[in-house]
């Protein structure tokens, strides 16, 4: 089984250093959140996390949830862990107080939700998706509907999904086959089938509440007439019990690569009563509020077994003796592989990419709670605006990364990293399904060039740029060489925005084919950013944990060093074009 | 099921238009090996390959060899296969005819080597490692070995194993502790553990030739103490019949995230009877004449499981309909997603890396023949100088490369991709021991950065770019462009090994912090080389075969603007040093 150690003090750094965030701070409601009390939160977290969850990963691969008659039974173990997970009140951490949360923003449930993939991606997933049917549930709901499913939700007794992926249509949600048919009382029955649904089917909860796209069927064909309709497994009587199982039944289980503990489910619905949420024929909308949240949730992902799959790295580096290094500190026989250049190299590629990714992830953290909870409409809107730039970059970056940083996490364990005694190969299996699920990666960079750069009101990208360029005129000398780095980069990325913004108006191929390496190239300039912030924190603190920071500082270099000049080849490679690509005839 | 077409095209066109080298020609033995008997060959193997060998490969991965009472039993189906594959020779295909072998050069059995890998890995390790034994025994066995072992293995009723790998010692085999005391007669009794044993026991032969590391009790310590002994698992008697069963047996099978179906033992040896092989304490040299050759065969692996994966997404790309097309031909609904400029873009980064190592195969191969069997010593030692500078190269760069492949099209077939059902997720795990095996792709970096660039006669690495400079002194106007882009990179790599070499002398850790890095310049201008040369075959012959040629101009031209110029990034990164990398306190 992997060691794992919350990162407990980076999390609070972050949030006692580098939260005072002008427009954060205005939110109201989390004035009341101090630093003992994160801190209180994140031990438990990270108590949880490391004594119940860990030691779910590993039996959960080996034994699988079982179809038997109809029922969905979860693996050994889990059962029992989703018990005391409930009643430690965790689904209810980032949740709504009037339904019964803890009301927490997101700067603090984001580490939360690192920690979770970190101990077990599988297990995670059976609250997740509950989290994100709320948010949507809680946006676009009625009263009568948020008061009689939302607590039981965020209590954790039932759990919700998001219903969208049908055999034909992934991406393409334009092509979706469901329908829904108007009942007398304004109910619907919904049918048709839906594919690779995310704990579709389990036996952790009483109930489960489908978030179903469906065409009504009086509405127009094409993304237009798409509705958002809730559907539970079991109807919800007017007290509030359980009544009669609904039309919803579990067609298979999908036997995958990864996360094999996580029930992915095929659904068969078959004239199940559904009820509309938010406007007719506005379905995508709503969902997207869902998956919106739910993107970033899958990028912390990515974050979180990168976190895991460094520590087991360095710990099996201090102990794993081959070969001299090159300063041969032994006299006889070998050094620990953390001698050799090549490893340390690799270690810290690793964790300069995951404490980037962290700060950066914390900025969105803030920057998401401003647009869900400031007063000043325009702030929100900016807000929004940055997190919806954001979203793709953070979704499929360090989903990406992930896949790098378990990879070279294998290759640091040799042979024993792909054997299943360590469990290293699962850290990498497991985290292989981040850059496919809520949209591939290639989706996400489309939808980050096509629709997240410029909107009809505002120039983002624009925006983003400056602020950058705002926060990194830093006086402080010995952050000067990193600023100069990471205003070259910034040169290109700014050059590679006005290439695309053209390519997107007259030349849209060009666009499509460049836009992974747009993303990539917006995403390494955005954690270059989040390390200036570090550093600059790093350096007015340094005398009070001379350690910690000098670690932090050192990490900064690796990434300025040898991580960000990545960006330039994207940049170079793009700009070539895509006439040769179109022209290609695949025989 | 995977499908699986064996590009039978591409490789006669390698052999029928880059064969022409003036020092493979003067090789004898190769004379009669013609384009028409290649041809027959190749279409024969792409029909074992593709009827016999493909469907083993989901089969195997569901149910991996088991360990009963002491028998490991194979997969379901493998012997029968194994059985037919024997019964028709494709052992022996390379083999000496003095031994019962086809002798075909590598030229050609470097294409079936590649056939069986995009078919079924695990099945092809089994017979890969008898293969690998044979050639050690070849070279260093004496005639008495050789006469009692050779046939039945050139046969394929006896096969072969490496036993390198102890569980304190993988890379370091200066560390091993397997003992071999010597008796009266002159024969050793092996003592000791050996892991990771690929088909290190199984059911498909009568008898296993273990070829094993051990240290002879009045040995010194480290690398110059270790020899090499042929184990067989029954003893062989005089007469060649099977005698009894020799002091080796099977701890236990590895369970895998990948090449399940292969069997990868821990072997016992306990006083099993054993036969020195080449002189006493020089093992590893011996062990390093298969190790070479395996290395090879380990990077053609990745070439054929990208084949594969390439095939596979070509094929679900041209049938599955997501989204419209910038420039949208459907009507209504989607188009087909090679439509997307993105999906055309990974199609082609692919395709274009697949022919470019394919190529560069081909040319070492020759390179493999003329160092072997050429009649000047000079130049069959400047041709293995030149195998062995670019066998670490092969062997991590289309490994390392294959993985980036298989993950592309993972990310093409979306959900399907992470599920079992298309076979395209087990491509992903069964090349991910590729940049493991036969030494990690760091050691390869290490080991070409320390070892292959100069020697103590010749600077290897200053004949090589002689070698380019010369080839790509081509007149052809329309090659031109792309020269010069060949001309840039490897101007990079010129100056990076300029670098390099200074390193190596007085910062040994600067050089190791790069050598991944320099490996993989040094791969991207050796395919840039090839692709060359490819386009110079084209060219000339462009009028017979217009389609065929143009498909290779474009693909050159994909290589040459996307891919090369990762070079650039590598070079500039890795010569930061490693003074920042060495200092990091790893707390």
């Given at each position: 089984m992997p060691i794992y150690n919350a990162p407990v003090e980076d999390m609070m750094f972050l949030f006692n250093k580098l939260r005072n965030n002008k427009k954060y701070n205005e939110i109201e409601k989390y004035k009341e959140v101090n630093s003992d009390l994160v801190k209180?939160?994140?031990?438990?977290?990270?108590?949880?996390?490391?004594?119940?969850?860990l030691p779910l990963a590993k039996s959960g691969d080996e034994n699988p949830p079982k179809l038997e008659n109809g029922i969905v039974r979860t693996s050994p173990g889990y059962k029992e862990a989703y018990e005391k997970f409930i009643e430690d009140g965790w689904i209810s951490l980032s949740c709504d107080p009037k339904y019964g949360g803890q009301g927490m923003p997101k700067t603090v449930s984001a580490f939360f939700d690192e920690m979770l993939s970190s101990a077990c991606l599988s297990f995670k997933l059976y609250s997740e998706l509950t989290i994100g049917a709320y948010n949507?549930?809680?946006?676009?709901g009625s009263d009568e509907i948020k008061n009689k499913y939302l607590p039981k939700m965020v209590e954790?007794?039932?759990?919700?999904?998001?219903?969208?992926?049908?055999?034909?249509?992934?991406?393409?949600?334009?092509?979706?086959?469901?329908k829904a048919e108007e009942q007398s009382d304004g109910t619907y029955k919904i049918s048709g089938q839906k594919i690779f649904i995310t704990s579709g089917d389990h036996d952790l909860t009483e109930n489960i509440i489908h978030l179903v796209l469906a065409r009504a069927t009086d509405?127009?064909?094409g993304t237009k007439g798409i509705s958002l309709f809730l559907v539970p497994k079991f109807i919800v009587k007017e007290d509030g019990n359980l009544g009669t199982r609904n039309g919803v039944s579990t067609g298979s289980i999908e036997e995958k690569m990864g996360i094999k503990a996580s029930a992915t489910c095929v659904l068969n619905f078959d004239e199940a009563a559904g009820y509309m949420i938010g406007p007719k024929n506005k379905g995508l909308n709503s969902m997207f509020t869902m998956m919106n949240l739910e993107r970033i949730v899958?990028?912390?992902?990515?974050?979180?077994?990168?976190?895991?799959?460094y520590q087991n790295s360095l710990s099996y580096a201090k102990e794993r003796?081959?070969?001299?290094a090159n300063n041969a500190k032994s006299e006889n026989g070998a050094d620990n592989i953390i001698e050799h250049a090549d490893i340390r190299r690799s270690l810290l590629n690793m964790k300069s990419i995951i404490e980037g990714e962290r700060a950066l992830c914390f900025w969105l953290s803030q920057q998401t709670e401003v647009s869900l909870n400031h007063s000043d409409e325009k702030v929100k809107q900016e807000a929004s605006d940055f997190v919806s730039l954001l979203t793709p970059v953070v979704k499929s970056m360090f989903t990406d990364l992930g896949m790098e940083i378990t990879s070279e996490a294998m290759q640091i364990h040799g042979g024993y990293g792909f054997t299943k005694d360590l469990g290293i190969e699962q850290l990498y299996r497991d985290n292989r399904i981040t850059p496919i699920y809520e949209g591939t990666n290639s989706v996400q960079a489309a939808d980050l060039v096509f629709r997240k750069l410029v909107t009809k009101n505002d120039d983002i990208i624009d925006k983003y740029l400056n602020l950058i360029k705002e926060?990194?005129?830093?006086?402080?000398?010995?952050?000067?060489?990193?600023?100069?780095?990471?205003?070259?980069?910034?040169?290109i990325l700014t050059k590679f925005t006005t290439w695309i913004k053209e390519k997107i108006k007259d030349s849209k191929d060009d666009a499509s084919a460049a836009c992974n390496d747009y993303l990539k190239v917006l995403g390494l300039v955005a954690t270059g950013h989040a390390w200036i912030k570090v550093l600059e924190a790093s350096f007015k603190d340094y005398d009070n944990n001379k350690d910690f920071y000098e670690d932090k500082i050192q990490t900064a270099n690796f990434y300025f060093n040898r991580v960000l000049p990545r960006a330039e080849n994207h940049f170079k490679t793009a700009i070539t074009g895509s006439k040769y690509i179109m022209d290609f005839k695949f025989n």
């Open positions: 209180d939160i994140l031990e438990e977290a990270a108590k949880i996390s490391q004594n119940l969850i949507c549930i809680l946006k676009h954790g007794k039932w759990s919700g999904t998001m219903c969208l992926t049908e055999p034909v249509c992934g991406t393409d949600l334009g092509l979706l086959k469901s509405s127009p064909k899958v990028g912390i992902q990515g974050l979180g077994i990168s976190e895991i799959a003796k081959q070969g001299k926060e990194i005129n830093i006086s402080e000398d010995k952050i000067q060489p990193h600023i100069k780095q990471l205003n070259y980069y910034l040169d």
